[in-house]
């Protein structure tokens, strides 16, 4: 028996084409962002998780949940983040789509 392997692109477009799966995705898209961005602003300062921890005091583990999308932030944290990662935190609402 062979196994039958799909590349994660293909799969992802196959997925698009779900309407339960977009109505999903758009669901967490605050999630994913929050997470890109912290993503960002650590490799930008050149920084490991581990190294980020540390100027934190507080352990790789948590750097991975943050960036991993599973937990929503509160406001002292990405101060703390921002401080660790020599960025500044900024908040903006803008208009919900419909």
């Not at 602003?41 to 943050?66: D, H, N, P």
């Amino acid at each position: 028996m062979s196994k039958k392997t799909i590349s994660a692109d293909r799969l992802f477009r196959r997925w698009r084409k779900n309407p339960e799966f977009r109505a999903a995705y758009r669901e967490l898209e605050d999630e994913f962002a929050i997470a890109a961005a912290l993503i960002r602003a650590r490799a930008t300062a050149g920084l490991t998780q581990e190294q980020l921890a540390k100027r934190m005091k507080t352990t790789q583990a948590v750097i991975a949940r943050l960036e991993g999308g599973r937990t929503k932030p509160s406001t002292r944290t990405l101060e703390r983040f921002a401080a660790a990662t020599g960025t500044k935190l900024r908040i903006s609402f803008e208009p919900a789509r419909r």
